[in-house]
């Protein structure tokens, strides 16, 4: 069975504070892909980045990094000096294309909160 | 980039009704797209996969005579609440991969509708 799991269900900071949203995976599948979005009140998602099951370089771009571990099963997702417009619901997400057709397993869900 | 839209944005109607939502790839052929459902403050859990020309594949618990989903061409699918009942209060969201680029095509999603029964 395929699982995704964002522990932190809430994560209130202050502006220009940096902040990890934890993801952890679990599938049975040797190739698969990980994904984040980001979900602002409107409720469109925002692609944020998708990552392959044998690509496990750390990414860069701008202020969000991401930290991809197939050792420990994680996927987290660094914002560097925050700012409200970072506020958002984010998700994490797993989609096995070869044995699950490409749809995507979701996370719970981190609601990020940035304060002025 | 690709553009999956949505239509209604957004839709009111009384319990007992039947409401139909449209997903549309606009500069792709999608021959899979996805359903999926989010209620207030919850996760995107998946209700089908809709395959062009053939029948919709539901997930565990979803019931498939009350949400109808057709795929009869290549960039339009449709879910129709059939009966709706204030449970079934939503915001429904499709996704659809680009045909052109095989299994590992890239997802897109759609706009999201929000549905009111009343």
């Known amino acids: 069975a395929q699982k995704v799991t964002q522990a932190q269900t809430e994560i209130s900071v202050v502006e220009k504070e940096d902040v990890t949203l934890d993801c952890v995976y679990e599938t049975r599948d040797t190739t698969y892909y990980l994904f984040w979005y980001k979900q602002p009140p409107s409720g469109e998602l925002v692609f944020l980045i998708r990552r392959n099951s044998f690509d496990e370089q750390n990414e860069i771009s701008g202020r969000y990094s991401w930290n991809f571990q197939k050792s420990t099963s994680s996927f987290n997702f660094t914002i560097t000096a925050s700012q409200v417009v970072d506020s958002a619901v984010y998700f994490c997400?797993?989609?096995?294309?070869?044995?699950?057709?490409?749809?995507?397993?979701f996370g719970q869900g981190t609601e990020l909160s940035v304060k002025p | 980039g690709a553009v999956v839209s949505q239509h209604p944005s957004w839709v009111i109607c009384k319990s007992g009704t039947s409401v139909k939502i449209e997903c549309r790839s606009l500069d792709f052929q999608a021959t899979t797209m996805f359903w999926y459902r989010q209620f207030p403050k919850q996760s995107l859990m998946l209700m089908a996969t809709?395959?062009?020309?053939?029948?919709?594949?539901?997930e565990q618990g979803v019931e498939k005579d009350k949400f109808l989903i057709n795929h009869a061409s290549l960039t339009l699918s449709t879910l129709t609440v059939t009966s709706a009942h204030p449970e079934d209060s939503s915001f429904y969201i499709c996704s659809a991969r680009d045909f052109g680029q095989g299994l590992n095509g890239e997802l897109f999603f759609g706009e999201g509708s929000r549905l009111t029964v009343l």
């Open positions: 809709s395959n062009e020309g053939s029948k919709a594949t539901y």
């Open positions: 997400a797993l989609s096995s294309t070869y044995n699950q057709g490409g749809k995507l397993i």
